[in-house]
């Protein structure tokens, strides 16, 4: 709970950043744009769950409602789950609307770890995805326009160790890391079918087992 507070804050932060010159006066920063107040947390399902290890958020601006999505990797045996949050326009409250698991879901995977939202897509990671020998995996997942429900679109998406440690998602554009291998997947979405574009390797400044692409934005 405490991670996902924190990520609400420092977006807010960060958005003030962009805005103005980079100040480390953050006290004068709070007083000049907030204050900033709570406005909901969300508890986890049990206390080893991790609920918050990763958080995405993005705004509809053809709603102007807000999507948020929180990742619980430690939930049922550390197999994995991640919630999926509304909040309509106007509104301050959210409400729950979904829980996402994978469709093999097994103890062990982290699903959750990472996840990463843009419209009506989702990505979750499982990097110790236990049915694919540990080298890890990544679901998409899409909102059904006419149910409103998360469905899986495809199948996994798997790489050769530690593949899924941090993902992101813009449109039809997909990357997913292989930190372990110094690696970034990118890949492209042609209707509902998703396939490789490119990988990133190392850049050639950058020594080997150096986590190239723990992190992704």
């Known amino acids: 709970m405490h991670k996902l507070l924190a990520f609400i804050t420092l977006t807010a932060c960060g958005a003030v950043a962009h805005a103005s010159p980079i100040s480390t006066d953050w006290e004068g920063l709070v007083v000049s744009y907030g204050p900033y107040v709570q406005q909901a947390s969300f508890p986890g399902t049990v206390d080893s769950a991790e609920l918050g290890a990763s958080t995405a958020m993005w705004h509809d601006s053809a709603t102007d409602g807000d999507w948020l999505i929180v990742g619980a990797p430690h939930e049922n045996l550390l197999a994995g789950a991640a919630y999926i949050y509304h909040r309509a326009a106007g509104h301050f409250d959210w409400a729950f609307y979904s829980r996402l698991v994978a469709p093999d879901e097994s103890a062990g995977s982290e699903f959750g770890l990472s996840v990463a939202i843009d419209d009506d ?12 020998f540990f080298i890890g995996a990544a679901y998409v997942f899409v909102r059904d326009a006419a149910t409103g429900d998360w469905k899986q679109q495809g199948s996994e998406f798997n790489g050769t160790t530690g593949f899924g440690v941090a993902a992101a998602v813009h449109g039809d554009t997909m990357v997913v890391s292989e930190h372990a291998a110094d690696m970034v997947h990118v890949y492209g979405r042609v209707s509902d079918t998703w396939s490789e574009i490119a990988s990133l390797p190392t850049p ?8 190239f692409g723990a992190s992704l934005w």
């Open 121 to 132: 897509t989702v990505v979750v990671t499982a990097p110790l995805h236990i049915d694919s």
């Open 204 to 211: 050639s400044a950058i020594s080997a087992n150096s986590r």
